[in-house]
């Protein structure tokens, strides 16, 4: 699977300065970060409504144009595939695989790592007004 998608990324790098009128993926990127971002976002809905409603198929399908548009906002923020096989690993050390990291302050085992990565800000997409959580 991970060369599948290190295959698709180094597809997606060289894509990217082809011509826009030609190449989803150039067209994508002479688009900009939000248009990438939104193009997951609806891919990801579309993975979510299909797996609601049953078809195993669709989500198949679906999933694939999902990875696809992971791979071009990967790009697009200088992130490579060894990057998040390294976090996941990193994650494997701490719970196993199939757990995530929570997001409260719950203790997790130390883990030796070369460096202390800061919190990102989160920011909202484009057009979107911040919703304040109680």
């Known amino acids: 699977m991970s060369d599948s998608l290190e295959r ?6 060289a894509a990217r ?8 993926t150039a067209r994508l990127f002479q688009r900009g970060p939000s248009q990438m971002a939104k193009k997951l976002a609806e891919e990801a809905i579309e993975v979510v409504i299909d ?5 195993s198929e669709a989500v ?13 906002l990967w790009a697009s923020a200088g ?3 060894e990057d998040v096989w390294r976090e996941m690993s990193r994650r494997e050390d701490m719970l196993g695989i199939a757990e995530k990291l929570p997001k409260s302050s719950m203790k997790l085992p130390k883990v030796a790592s070369p460096r202390v990565a800061a919190r990102r ?6 057009g979107r007004a ?4 109680h």
């Open 8 to 13: 698709l990324y180094l597809a997606v790098l």
């Open 17 to 24: 300065d082809l011509d826009p009128a030609t190449s989803r």
């Open 51 to 55: 797996a609601v409603n049953g078809d």
């Open 60 to 72: 198949i399908r679906e999933s694939a144009d999902l990875l696809y548009n992971l791979t071009v």
């Open 79 to 81: 992130v490579r595939p």
């Open 121 to 126: 800000p989160i920011v909202a997409l484009e």
């Open 130 to 133: 911040a919703r304040k959580r």
